[in-house]
């Protein structure tokens, strides 16, 4: 992260049906009583321009003859405009930033999951996200049989284009995601997304203000 953003930026990152969005909103409420100013965006989408292609690439009739590489290029596009958009700024300002998603999904989804080369998966994150990378991404860690029934538990929407995927690119979407937190234990926190949500709750802003902690001494040296 360039010196001149000094804002914090974590992401969360799981399968559908994790529960992501509920441990989100509660940390948010922390941060907002702890007196810190909060930016929280979603993948894909977040600005006009990407809200257009999550349309695309999710609820559009269309897609379903979508290709892997395009479906990665999508994002990324999504991502680019995300980061210099929203990210960039509201880092610049001091924000702590809040991503559903982020480079990592890429990497899991398109790359381990859809079985594209881990090199032109790297190369285009790095493209789209230039040097803004979490310096905290929390993981919601559950097994691909909880993350189909808890999909299926959702309201009465159609069923998205991810959320349409068989149990075989859940456990793949898992894997990765315990992999891809092995090899960078300095910047992933893996919990159990089954456990209470009150229990994940206070896992969470413990780790998260220990992280803002640290990261506030080291910028006052």
Not at 1 to 28: N, P, Y
Not at 141 to 166: F, G, H, I, W
Request: charged share 25%; net charge negative.
């Amino acid at each position: 992260m360039s010196s001149q953003q000094t804002g914090v930026l974590i992401s969360f990152e799981g399968a559908e049906g994790s529960g992501k969005s509920t441990q989100i909103d509660r940390l948010v409420t922390h941060l907002e009583k702890s007196g810190h100013e909060v930016l929280v965006t979603r993948e894909p989408g977040g600005t006009e321009i990407g809200e257009e292609i999550r349309h695309l690439l999710i609820h559009s009739k269309s897609n379903s003859a979508m290709t892997p590489e395009a479906e990665l290029l999508l994002f990324a596009a999504s991502r680019a405009q995300l980061v210099r958009e929203c990210i960039l700024p509201a880092l610049t300002t001091g924000k702590v930033v809040i991503c559903d998603r982020f480079l990592d999904s890429t990497t899991v989804y398109q790359g381990a999951a859809r079985s594209i080369a881990m090199d032109p998966v790297n190369q285009i994150n790095a493209f789209a996200v230039g040097d803004v990378i979490p310096s905290l991404t929390i993981v919601l860690d559950v097994p691909a049989e909880v993350s189909l029934s808890r999909v299926k538990r959702r309201a009465s929407d159609l069923p998205d284009r991810m959320e349409q995927e068989n149990i075989d690119f859940y456990r793949l979407v898992r894997e990765g995601y315990l992999i891809l937190a092995k090899s960078l234990p300095e910047r992933f926190y893996v919990l159990d997304g089954t456990s209470a949500i009150e229990e994940l709750d206070t896992a969470i802003w413990e780790k998260v203000k220990t992280h803002l902690e640290k990261k506030e001494l080291s910028c006052s040296n």
